[in-house]
């Protein structure tokens, strides 16, 4: 009886809401259904996002893994002053930091014993697209701190605004800019250490 | 665009080539969140399925326990089975321990021998005064506890009792234990309380008769010992001499046995002033 009372107030509460609205509700009421839908949505951009921060696929895997978990504690901060999909990029950024470490010692160990190809074997014209060049990039987003990394993947690689990328990571857009003039700064500069020009 | 700027672009378009979002392991990625999810629900519906009626059963039953009045009782069980007992008191030194039980007095006597060293020099006029440092009163054992009344069980009833039911309520509780007082500690305080104020007569006669009372007494080395003093205030030597000399033979352990060697050396002294020997 109370559970029907209740079904039907949620129901006539979310009548002219708009359907992310109505995921969002269902999602912060703990409906774990609603949680499948926001993944069969966003997982794609969200895998897309972390891959290209973390660098590494696995890693990203376990990122994305943790950011859907934390997604019904963390939606009720969600005001809806932006897409669900930004909102979750910026959850990709808040977990991130230890993952991207953990990916960045996972390469500086592999680049030791040798699986990776070292950076004498790098060319640009013969691997920009190759498997090499990628490693090399990868080194180099390593030396980068976390935020002007994630300055880079969003403004470079997602090509995102200023604005974009300042609200996704809940900087001001100066701040954002200014770690996007370091970011490629400091990446040209190792990439040219890497052999790369 | 310049060649640097070309080295940056390559390296974003390579890393959206590389990382496009799609992948084969992604369902099984949402199997593993859903699990994860419905796992931790679980654990924090176990988690409030067990905590929630243990708290609640503590709550009501400290609620009952108190509108009941039986805290103090409870309180005090669930108190003795966490906290430990005292330790007993300490084993008193060598020299002062008696076979005595715990809780029995003990009078804190200066050495007397210098006092009655002086007092020896001029016996002819005054006989020996011992001094006594600052009386402590005596630490006594506490008294056994009288063990609380049982109280009529309460009914649960909208009326009042009547005064018929009152009476047999009454009569049918078992009268209330009287308090035991303890006559051996009051015998022993009355003669202890005598020694301390200096009515060495009285505290004789009192010591005297606490020890036809009780031959076998908690107190039996303390009443003993401070009899002897006394019989050394009234001048009655002999009688000093024969009580200490059981202390200083160690009838009672190392109890005041080097003190009562001291006095016997110094009422030895004290007769031979008297009765100077024949060289």
Not at chain 1, 49 to 74: C, K, M, N, W, Y
Not at chain 2, 51 to 58: G, Q, R
Not at chain 2, 66 to 94: D, L, N, R, Y
Not at chain 2, 234 to 246: F, I, K, P, V, Y
Request: glycine residues 6%; contains cysteine; charged residues 30%.
């Amino acid at each position: 009886m109370i559970f029907a009372l209740y079904s039907t107030m949620r129901a006539l509460s979310l009548a002219g809401s708009t359907p992310e609205e109505t995921l969002l509700s269902r999602l912060r009421a703990g409906d774990t259904h609603a949680l499948g839908e926001v993944y069969d949505q966003h997982h794609e951009a969200v895998r897309a996002f972390a891959s290209r921060l973390t660098g590494d696929p696995a890693i990203a895997e376990d990122l994305v893994h943790e950011v859907f978990v934390a997604l019904p504690r963390v939606v009720k901060r969600f005001q809806g002053e932006s897409t669900l999909r930004s909102f979750l990029t910026g959850v990709v950024i808040n977990h991130a930091r230890h993952h991207v470490r953990s990916a960045s010692r996972r390469r500086a160990m592999l680049t030791k014993v040798g699986r990776e190809p070292s950076p004498e074997s790098v060319s640009p014209e013969s691997s920009a697209s190759g498997q090499a060049f990628l490693a090399a990039l990868n080194r180099a987003l390593d030396s980068l701190p976390l935020d002007q990394r994630v300055a880079f993947v969003l403004c470079d690689v997602e090509e995102r605004t200023a604005g974009e990328a300042a609200e996704i990571a809940g900087a001001p857009e100066a701040t954002m800019r200014t770690r996007l003039f370091h970011a490629r700064k400091k990446l040209r500069a190792a990439l040219e250490q890497e052999g790369i020009r | 665009m310049t060649d640097s700027s070309d080295v940056l672009a390559r390296a974003a378009r390579a890393l959206r080539e590389a990382h496009p979002g799609e992948r084969e392991g992604s369902g099984f990625t949402r199997a593993r969140i859903m699990n994860t999810v419905h796992r931790e629900r679980r654990r924090r519906t176990l988690r409030w399925a067990v905590f929630s009626p243990i708290a609640s059963v503590l709550l009501v039953g400290s609620a009952w326990a108190q509108s009941s009045g039986k805290w103090p009782v409870i309180w005090e069980a669930v108190t003795s089975v966490f906290v430990a007992a005292p330790e007993p008191p300490a084993a008193p030194s060598s020299q002062r321990s008696a076979p005595r039980e715990n809780g029995s007095p003990r009078a804190e006597l200066a050495p007397p021998s210098s006092a009655l060293a002086d007092a020896g020099d001029d016996s002819d006029e005054a006989p020996p005064v011992l001094e006594l440092a600052d009386p402590e009163p005596p630490r006594v054992a506490p008294e056994p506890r009288a063990p609380q009344p049982v109280r009529p069980r309460r009914h649960r009833r909208t009326e009042t009792p009547t005064s018929v039911e009152r009476e047999r309520a009454e009569r049918e509780a078992p009268p209330a234990p009287e308090p035991q007082p303890d006559r051996e500690l009051s015998r022993f305080r009355r003669a202890h309380d005598l020694h301390f104020k200096g009515r060495a007569g009285e505290a004789i006669d009192a010591y005297a008769d606490y020890l036809r009372e009780f031959p076998d007494g908690r107190f039996v080395p303390e009443a003993r010992y401070a009899m002897a003093l006394d019989h050394i205030k009234q001048g009655n030597d002999a009688a000093a001499r024969e009580a200490l000399a059981s202390f200083a033979a160690g009838r009672y352990g190392g109890y005041r046995q080097e003190e009562a060697r001291k006095l016997l050396d110094a009422l030895e002294k004290k007769l031979d002033k008297k009765q100077p020997r024949s060289p």
